[in-house]
């Protein structure tokens, strides 16, 4: 099968490798689409620890093509999207649900070869099923659709609480459009500037605002006078988590759920402290396809607007460097089979 390899940090190739067969427990996807995803580019560049050589893709819908045995059957081809995580699923952190902290933790994309490719195998019990009228492309955003269910619900977001968001990239509109079918209001999306917030405005965002030529502290006040009950950070930035500490009401609630490469960041304390801030960490999200799929096919949420590119694999030059300098209304491309 022809997949794109990550051969070693900077080094990806186009090549045909065997087609994988399915382990025990484990079900053979036939790829449909693959979307691109800034965190494969830290896996190409080196920048987060990966198993090479590795096929990315972690944001993927396909058809169940084989099965380990037969009392799996049942999934021949059905169209799924899944979960990428694999633990053992019988240590106590598994036990409490937190598979993310399992010491066997392993993801598909990352550590597992992912679906930059025409196969990729997926443990059974992590398989979603795609119901009528959502298509293969949209079926494989249900990934930052499940990370964005994931960050709000960890905030504990409730209705009619106020939001603003930094970061216009998938995960920032992908928490948009949930935060829109949670029932929050005047929600707020704040980006570097004019390129993706088009798109917020036309899924829903209450207003815009273009932090290079913005007062962003001083437009707040006349959105959110009394504070915002709930601000995500979805860049990893220092100047957006110092403003967000600042937007943040007294007892409200920050979100960091951007990464920030490792960088050390200069931050008041004492702001946090004063105003009985509550900072969670929202980066770490075991996924919930399950209730990203049912956002769908419920038509609550419309993630369509995120797909701007569509390519084959052997253009996987050209996807990525789309997803490296994000040309004006770029926000996904998405590999289609």
């Known amino acids: 099968m022809k997949a794109i390899v ?16 399915p382990d025990k427990g484990y079900a053979r996807i036939k790829v449909s689409a693959c979307a691109i995803c800034a965190t494969d580019l830290e896996l190409i560049g080196g920048n987060i620890p990966a198993n090479y050589p590795i096929i990315p893709g972690h944001e993927w819908s396909g058809v169940v093509d084989a099965v380990s045995d037969d009392s799996y059957s049942d999934w021949l081809e059905k169209p799924v999207t899944g979960s990428n995580d694999i633990s053992c699923l019988t240590c106590d952190e598994c036990k409490r649900g937190n598979i993310r902290y399992c010491k066997s933790f392993e993801e598909i994309g990352f550590r597992r070869n992912g679906a930059y490719a025409e196969y990729l195998t997926v443990p059974v019990h992590n398989l979603v099923e795609i119901p009528e009228g959502i298509s293969f492309e949209e079926a494989a955003l249900s990934e930052p659709l499940a990370v964005a269910i994931g960050v709000l619900e ?5 209705l ?28 707020t999306v704040c980006a570097s ?3 993706r917030l088009d798109i917020a405005k036309k899924m829903g965002a209450f207003r815009t605002l273009a932090s290079n030529n913005t007062n962003i502290i001083e437009e707040m006040k006349k959105i959110h006078p009394d504070g915002t ?15 967000g500490i600042k ?3 007294k007892g409200g609630r920050l979100l960091l759920a951007g990464y920030s490469r490792g960088k050390s960041m200069n931050i008041r304390i004492d702001d946090i402290h ?10 770490n999200n075991w996924n919930v396809h399950k209730k990203a799929v049912a956002l769908m ?3 609550a949420v419309d993630i369509s607007m995120l797909i701007t590119e569509r390519i084959q694999l052997h253009q996987y030059e050209y996807g990525l460097e789309l997803a490296r300098t994000r040309p004006f209304g770029f926000v996904k491309a998405v590999f289609v089979l």
């Open 274 to 283: 004063v105003n009985n801030i509550k900072v969670i960490g929202a980066g």
């Open 6 to 21: 990550v051969e070693k940090a900077n080094k990806v190739i186009l090549k045909e490798v065997p087609i994988p067969n």
């Open 193 to 195: 500037s004019q390129n």
């Open 297 to 299: 096919e419920s038509h």
């Open 247 to 249: 937007l943040t009401r």
């Open 154 to 158: 960890k905030a504990q977001a409730r």
């Open 229 to 243: 009950d709930i601000v995500c950070d979805a860049t990893g930035m220092e100047e957006c988590i110092v403003n």
């Open 160 to 187: 009619g609480e106020t939001l603003l968001i930094f970061g216009a990239g998938s995960i920032g509109l992908c928490i948009l459009v949930v935060a829109k079918a949670m029932g929050l209001n005047k929600i």
